[in-house]
């Protein structure tokens, strides 16, 4: 499968379409789990479960994409060939390489902020919060560009060698960043503008909690959007720079067929 995916790489917009229509399923699995979650960390659960969380449905969304599941619905957890789609062993290699990026991307600018931000700032929080997402944008592109393509080799087990991963960028990266900043950032800018406009659903004034919790669920699946988009802008910048499973392998040297003698 992986080297069908080499021999005929569809174009960006193709990809990107099936990328969302295999990751639906993840989504609204893992939209269900982080949904019950933070009903249970608004009474006092813990935020670390919900990150680890998180980080695990990142994981599987680079596997879904980069296995292709052909029939969702009658092997939900199986490929064609009978690969298990969550390798719960590859989610938690993962899991270890994305706390890293997290720390690299998210932890640092924020610390850096909030160590220059003079503390007499008028409401120094939301100024942070707001100097820490701006500068996140284009320092967040600039690592995914050049080093995002370890986060699907670690989630599907491969190796992760820096060299090759720079090596691999430097055909890739400006391409990567450029995707990224005209179609996911877009996209994410767009649905938060869109979220901003409508007020959150108060519990209190639903005849029943089911409909917030159902509200909850569209709001976690659309917001998803621009992050399968930035999944499978990182997994198609994957299968372009690296060579499949198959070409790895040493090929059988076949034996030498001696030639016939000349009558």
């Given at each position: 499968?992986?080297?069908?995916?080499?021999?005929?790489?569809?174009?960006?917009?193709?990809?990107?379409?099936?990328?969302?229509?295999?990751?639906?399923?993840?989504?609204?699995?893992?939209?269900?789990?982080?949904?019950?979650?933070?009903?249970?960390?608004?009474?006092?659960?813990?935020?670390?479960?919900?990150?680890?969380?998180?980080?695990?449905?990142?994981?599987?969304?680079?596997?879904?994409?980069?296995?292709?599941?052909?029939?969702?619905?009658?092997?939900?957890?199986?490929?064609?060939?009978?690969?298990?789609?969550?390798?719960?062993?590859?989610?938690?290699?993962?899991?270890?390489?994305?706390?890293?990026?997290?720390?690299?991307?998210?932890?640092?600018?924020?610390?850096?902020?909030?160590?220059?931000?003079?503390?007499?700032?008028?409401?120094?929080?939301?100024?942070?919060?707001?100097?820490?997402?701006?500068?996140?944008?284009?320092?967040?592109?600039?690592?995914?560009?050049?080093?995002?393509?370890?986060?699907?080799?670690?989630?599907?087990?491969?190796?992760?060698?820096?060299?090759?991963?720079?090596r691999a960028a430097r055909?890739?990266?400006?391409?990567?960043?450029?995707?990224?900043?005209?179609?996911?950032?877009?996209?994410?800018?767009?649905?938060?503008?869109?979220?901003?406009?409508?007020?959150?659903p108060n519990e209190q004034?639903?005849?029943?909690?089911?409909?917030?919790?159902?509200?909850?669920?569209?709001?976690?699946?659309?917001?998803?959007?621009?992050?399968?988009?930035?999944?499978?802008?990182?997994?198609?910048?994957?299968?372009?720079?690296?060579?499949?499973?198959?070409?790895?392998?040493?090929?059988?040297?076949?034996?030498?067929?001696?030639?016939?003698?000349?009558?």
């Amino acid at each position: 499968m992986q080297s069908e995916g080499r021999a005929f790489m569809p174009s960006l917009f193709a990809y990107l379409v099936r990328a969302v229509a295999h990751s639906f399923p993840v989504v609204a699995f893992f939209a269900v789990l982080m949904v019950g979650l933070a009903s249970l960390n608004a009474d006092g659960g813990s935020n670390s479960t919900m990150l680890i969380t998180l980080l695990f449905f990142y994981g599987a969304l680079f596997q879904v994409l980069l296995l292709r599941p052909r029939r969702f619905w009658s092997r939900t957890w199986e490929t064609d060939d009978g690969k298990p789609l969550l390798t719960i062993a590859n989610l938690w290699r993962f899991l270890g390489v994305s706390l890293l990026y997290f720390v690299v991307i998210i932890l640092l600018p924020v610390t850096l902020i909030v160590d220059f931000t003079p503390r007499d700032t008028p409401d120094f929080r939301n100024a942070v919060a707001s100097l820490a997402f701006v500068a996140m944008i284009p320092w967040s592109g600039l690592i995914l560009s050049v080093f995002g393509t370890q986060l699907p080799a670690a989630a599907m087990g491969r190796p992760m060698s820096l060299r090759k991963t720079l090596r691999a960028a430097r055909k890739t990266w400006w391409k990567v960043l450029l995707q990224l900043a005209l179609i996911a950032l877009p996209a994410m800018l767009a649905l938060f503008w869109s979220l901003n406009q409508v007020a959150p659903p108060n519990e209190q004034n639903w005849p029943s909690p089911v409909i917030p919790f159902a509200l909850s669920l569209v709001e976690f699946i659309v917001t998803s959007l621009p992050v399968v988009l930035s999944i499978g802008i990182l997994c198609r910048a994957y299968e372009q720079g690296y060579p499949p499973e198959s070409a790895e392998v040493t090929p059988v040297p076949q034996p030498e067929v001696a030639p016939a003698a000349a009558p």
